[in-house]
């Protein structure tokens, strides 16, 4: 069985301010350790099921956050980024049998976690067929576009609220919740077992049923803090100024979808 991961960092187990995700804070490594023993349990559950085959996608900031050498032997990890519009998810294709994401988060101006955002700061709200657009439906979706189903989530509570419906067989775990600027952990030894336990079963389910029909027609909308930014990128091809801060775009490809995003967010 081969699987895909994709990892981030602010819907890790105790992740509260954004000094802990940024790689020159001295309170960084101890949220980048917990990132990898969270992908390490999904990665354990996964050959568990059956995986001999599993590629990981370090998905936050510079995308060298993860330790390698917690990596076993049936692993590749992908650290950096090529500049591609599958960001996240780049690597995977249509040889894989599922996706898993770890560590992700609620969309941008969501509640329930004092670092919610969708790929940057800028915006206070961006919506994907007036869906928050997390960027777990935005990636998961781009997995969906090459026929990979989506069968497992870690992250916060308000993004696996908000998620549950996407995908027909999705396994969660929720780590914490927030209210304001607070979280409410859990144990990261919890955390773990949970993951490891709930990617297992994620695996052992059928994957035929697991998979999606994309909808077909996309509108993308996002607004920004500043103004300055939505008139910026309304002339991004294809985008149109809605709003004093709102741009929008609208077409049935999605990986013309995933390539506004990757420029605009």
């Not at 804070?25 to 990898?36: D, G, I, L």
């Not at 052992?204 to 909308?221: F, M, N, S, V």
Request: proline share 4%; charged share 25%.
């Amino acid at each position: 069985m081969k699987v895909f991961i994709s990892a981030d960092i602010e819907g890790t187990a105790f992740t509260t301010y954004w000094s802990e995700t940024e790689l020159k804070e001295n309170v960084y490594s101890r949220a980048a350790a917990e990132m990898t023993r969270e992908v390490r349990a999904a990665i354990d559950g996964a050959v568990a099921a059956g995986a001999d085959s599993i590629l990981v996608n370090d998905a936050h900031d510079f995308g060298i956050n993860l330790d390698p050498n917690e990596m076993p032997e049936c692993v590749e990890l992908i650290r950096g980024w090529s500049g591609s519009p599958m960001s996240m998810v780049e690597g995977v294709d249509e040889t894989f049998d599922a996706a898993m994401f770890v560590g992700y988060h609620a969309a941008a101006g969501r509640y329930g976690n004092p670092l919610s955002h969708t790929m940057s700061t800028k915006t206070t709200r961006v919506t994907l067929n007036g869906l928050p657009c997390s960027e777990f439906l935005l990636y998961s979706w781009a997995c969906a576009m090459k026929g990979v189903p989506t069968v497992f989530l870690a992250g916060d509570q308000a993004l696996v609220d908000d998620s549950r419906e996407l995908h027909p067989c999705l396994k969660t775990v929720a780590v914490k919740s927030g209210f304001g600027g607070m979280t409410r952990c859990l144990a990261p030894v919890k955390a773990h077992r949970l993951i490891r336990e709930e990617s297992e079963k994620s695996l052992r389910q059928d994957l035929g049923k697991a998979r999606i029909t994309l909808p077909g027609h996309y509108e993308l909308r996002i607004s920004y803090r500043e103004h300055k930014q939505a008139v910026r990128n309304s002339f991004f091809p294809g985008c149109r100024l809605e709003e004093n801060s709102t741009v929008s775009f609208v077409t049935d490809d999605y990986m013309a979808l995933l390539t506004a995003a990757h420029f605009c967010l």
